[in-house]
């Protein structure tokens, strides 16, 4: 495919990515289950593909990061709890993709920065699971660990770049809000709008992102090792 073809191609995804969110968010505020159910499971695919076709060499755990929240948001829709248990590992599974992948990518190089926004995140966790904790019952540990795991892709990807940096956080905030749905919290108006708001974001975020630092790390040339001087003995 040459490269005029893949980018035409690579938009064409991200216009269906972008018509599918919008479709899915509009039957949330109609009440349209039926459509809810069809295009959310066409979510995260259309996004890996749309980043498979923007780079012609893609970061190898961006796709599974993305088809492992695709399983999740699948398991997630059926609302038994075993499906939901089974939800939570899968996006577990996507985080520590995610979490791999931006350490590879130097996240974890700047340790002074690194540790001062490990702290902030360790703070926003602890607040909100001392909050949660007495409302979420049997899921308090899964939980917990879950959210850890969360707040660990938020971290490294605010090394990366302000893209991924910004889709953490969203991603963060979105399951915030379907953590504070388990505690039975009163909820937001259009609560489940707001939870599939920002995570169409966060994954768009998180991925363009990581795409356009792959890109523009292979730009970059690497730098010239001069040739050692020969001494001529005087």
């Known amino acids: 495919m040459t490269i005029t073809r ?34 959310k499971p066409a979510l995260m695919p259309l996004l890996a593909a749309h980043t498979l076709a923007t780079a012609e060499k893609a970061p190898k755990l961006l796709t599974p990061a993305l088809l492992l929240s695709a399983g999740g948001d699948v398991l997630l829709q059926t609302g038994n709890e075993a499906a939901f248990l089974a939800g939570m590992g899968s996006f577990a599974a996507a985080h520590v993709c995610y979490v791999t992948m931006f350490v590879k990518r130097g996240a974890l190089d700047d340790r002074r ?7 902030a995140y360790a703070a926003a966790w602890a607040v909100m699971i001392g909050q949660l904790w007495p409302g979420l019952g049997d899921l308090k540990i899964p939980v917990a660990g879950y ?26 905030l979105s399951d915030t809000l379907i953590a504070t749905q388990l ?17 169409v974001v966060a994954q768009y975020l998180l991925a363009s992102g990581t795409v356009k630092a792959h890109q523009d790390e292979a730009r970059t040339p690497s730098p010239r090792i001069s040739a050692p001087a020969v001494s001529t003995g005087r």
């Open 6 to 39: 893949r980018l035409r191609a690579a938009r064409g995804l991200l216009s269906a990515y972008a018509a599918t969110s919008a479709a899915h968010l509009g039957a949330i505020v109609t009440g349209t289950t039926a459509l809810q159910h069809a295009t």
């Open 113 to 119: 920065r690194t540790a001062v926004v490990a702290a």
């Open 147 to 172: 959210s850890l795991l969360l707040a660990s892709t938020a971290v490294t990807s605010a090394r990366i770049g302000w893209r991924t940096g910004l889709g953490g956080a969203l991603f963060l």
């Open 183 to 199: 505690a039975n919290w009163k909820e937001l108006p259009g609560h489940e709008f707001w939870i599939m708001a920002t995570y």
